[in-house]
């Protein structure tokens, strides 16, 4: 992994940049004094695609619990039933191709992780093989398939570090692949402004969540799916744009149909 540029430039990585939430800027920060960006058209590269996603929750420490996180929880949980079923997929639809029709999915479960505890800090490593630790052996998790998509949550307090910068210092979430045909996305609990912006905590959830379920549907192995070489993936593009669907804040994605962020 590389490490992001300095995020209040607004500009990281061709790698961080096909994977990761960036921070907030308010508006009056947002590429200042950068040329505009060539026009943007998402291209298929060849990889899988996530046609029927199907979505197990993870929340690692044992403060998911307890409330408030246990409550917390379990509302995420009714977002991805929601969905996953509705709206958010539907118009991703548009980024099938020949063999993978992209259509609705579901969430198979949930869990929470209580050994070992996250501290302050932990490393995308360190998640990865929390999952390889359980996948196979734990019957509380599915087993990988083809459309599985492991989204690991993180309690207050604790940080993750990952590509060469820590979430609220140049990231809030972010997917990946791992052993080929491992796919994960990884949510630090908005603890700062550049990761709530304008909304409140559990908004901020479910819009960068939004963004990550989008991205691994449509690129799951980043750069390889739908992708865009200088404006990234279907996410990165309308990042921090959001509207309310079925009663949920989601991040609006690029549409290459409509060329706009619907």
Do not use: K
């Not at 899988?48 to 246990?70: C, D, H, I, K, R």
């Not at 991703?92 to 929470?112: D, F, H, K, N, W």
């Not at 604790?158 to 796919?183: E, L």
């Amino acid at each position: 992994m590389t490490s992001p540029e300095d995020p209040t430039s607004g500009i990281v990585s061709a790698r961080d940049a096909v994977r990761i939430v960036p921070l907030y800027l308010p508006p009056s920060l947002v590429h200042p004094l950068v040329a505009p960006a060539r026009p943007t058209h998402l291209t298929y590269r060849g990889g899988p695609l996530l046609t029927a996603v199907e979505v197990f929750t993870v929340y690692w420490g044992t403060a998911w619990q307890s409330q408030p996180l246990a409550d917390t929880a379990d509302r995420l949980d009714a977002f991805f039933d929601t969905v996953l079923a509705g709206a958010v997929i539907d118009q991703l639809a548009e980024y099938s191709v020949a063999g993978m029709q992209i259509g609705p999915g579901r969430r198979v479960g949930r869990t929470v992780v209580a050994t070992p505890q996250p501290g302050a800090v932990v490393t995308d490593t360190e998640i990865q093989d929390l999952l390889q630790q359980h996948l196979g052996t734990d019957p509380a998790f599915p087993a990988v398939g083809p459309n599985s998509l492991y989204f690991v949550y993180l309690p207050p307090g604790t940080a993750v570090a990952a590509g060469g910068t820590r979430s609220c210092q140049g990231f809030c979430g972010y997917h990946d692949v791992f052993d080929g045909d491992v796919f994960y996305a990884v949510l630090p609990y908005p603890g700062c402004q550049g990761c709530t912006g304008r909304l409140a905590v559990f908004d901020a959830l479910t819009s960068v969540s939004s963004h990550e379920l989008c991205e691994a549907v449509t690129d799951p192995v980043p750069g390889q799916g739908w992708y865009d070489d200088v404006n990234g993936e279907v996410g990165d593009i309308c990042a921090w744009q959001t509207r309310v669907v079925d009663g949920y804040t989601v991040q609006l994605e690029w549409s290459n149909a409509s060329g706009s962020c619907v």
